[in-house]
C-alpha cells in the first residue's frame, strides 16, 4: 500500500502538466506582470506563446534529458513506478465512491458562488467564481480523465499498440515534469510552465493519434485536447481564488472565502470518513 501512495503522490503531483527551464522564463513573467487576469486570459495568453515557440528551448531541454535517461537504459525502472498491483484495486474503487460523493458537495458550492456573484459581474473575483462554476463539457473532461489514469500503466501494461503511444507520451512527460520539479522548484512561474508542458504534451498525442486504428482511443485524445485550456482556466481560477480567500480586501471576497473554506472543511471530512477510513 505504500508503493501505491507514493504512486499516487508522485501522479498528483506531476499528472498531465507542465511547465519551462530558468532560462525560458521571461514570457510567462511577462504574463504574470501585467494586470490580473481570469485563468481564460492566462491561459489564452501562455497558448499564444507556445505556438509562436517561445518555450521551444525549454521543450528541447527537458527532451535532452529525457534522452539521457533513456541512453542510460533506465526508462524500464522509471516506468515501474508506475505500475499498480491488482492487490490495490480497491483504491480505485474507494476513489469511485468519494468522486460521486464529493460531486454533490461541489453542486451545493456551485450554487453558493452563484449566488454571491450574481450582482457582481464588474469584480475579477466574481468572473473568476464565473469561470469556475460555468458548466463543463462531460465528454471532454471524461476524456481527460480517461488519459490521466494512464500513470497508472507501464507501456508493456498496454490494451493495444495504440495505449501503449500513449502511454509512452505520458510517461516521458511525466519525467519531464519530475525533472523540473527537482531541479527548477523554485521557478516563479511554475504553475504556468506546467500548463505549458501540458499543452506540448497534448500536442503529441493528438500527432500520434492521426495514426490511431482505435476509433474510441482517437476521439478521446480529440476530446481531451479539445477542453484542456478551459479546464486549465478553471484550476487557474480555482487556486486565485483560493489565495485571494487566505487576504480577503472586501466583503465580496470575504464572502467567497468563507464558501470555499466551508466546502474545502466538507470535502476534507468525507475523505476521511469514506476514503481513509475504508483502506484495508
Known amino acids: 500500500m505504500k508503493k501505491v501512495y507514493a504512486v499516487l503522490a508522485l501522479a498528483l503531483a506531476v499528472g498531465g502538466s507542465a511547465f519551462a527551464l530558468e532560462e525560458n522564463s521571461k514570457p510567462s513573467q511577462e504574463i504574470s506582470r501585467q494586470a ?13 506563446e507556445y505556438e509562436q515557440g517561445k518555450f521551444n528551448s525549454l521543450l528541447d531541454g527537458l527532451e535532452e534529458e529525457y534522452g539521457r535517461l533513456q541512453a542510460s537504459g533506465r526508462v524500464g525502472e522509471f516506468a515501474e513506478m508506475r505500475r499498480v498491483s491488482e492487490a490495490d484495486e480497491q483504491i480505485k474503487g474507494l476513489a469511485s465512491q468519494f468522486d460521486k460523493m464529493a460531486a454533490r458537495l461541489l453542486e451545493e458550492r456551485n450554487a453558493e458562488l452563484a449566488a454571491l456573484c450574481q450582482d457582481q459581474s464588474e469584480a475579477l473575483s466574481a468572473q473568476r467564481v464565473k469561470s469556475l462554476i460555468a458548466p463543463v463539457d462531460e465528454k471532454q473532461l ?12 507501464t507501456p508493456d501494461q498496454a490494451a493495444s499498440p495504440d495505449e501503449r503511444a500513449l502511454i509512452e507520451i505520458d510517461l516521458a512527460y511525466e519525467f ?17 510552465k506546467h500548463i505549458v508542458l501540458g499543452m506540448d504534451k497534448m500536442k503529441k498525442a493528438s500527432e500520434a493519434s492521426k495514426s490511431f486504428s482505435d476509433a474510441d482511443l482517437k476521439e478521446t485524445v480529440a476530446l481531451a485536447a479539445g477542453g484542456f485550456d478551459a479546464w486549465q482556466a478553471k484550476n ?20 467567497i472565502a468563507a464558501v470555499l473554506n466551508g466546502y474545502k472543511a466538507k470535502k476534507d471530512d468525507l475523505y476521511q470518513r469514506e476514503f481513509l477510513a475504508k483502506l484495508n
Open 36 to 48: 490580473p487576469m481570469t485563468g481564460e486570459g492566462r491561459v489564452a495568453a501562455l497558448r499564444s
Open 142 to 153: 471524461q476524456a481527460i480523465r480517461t488519459l490521466s489514469m494512464l500513470r497508472f500503466k
Open 176 to 192: 519531464k515534469i519530475v525533472h523540473f520539479n527537482l531541479h527548477y522548484a523554485e521557478d516563479g512561474d511554475f504553475l504556468e
Open 236 to 255: 487557474l481560477d480555482l487556486r486565485d481564488l483560493l489565495a485571494t480567500a487566505k487576504k480577503p480586501s472586501g466583503d465580496l471576497d470575504r464572502s
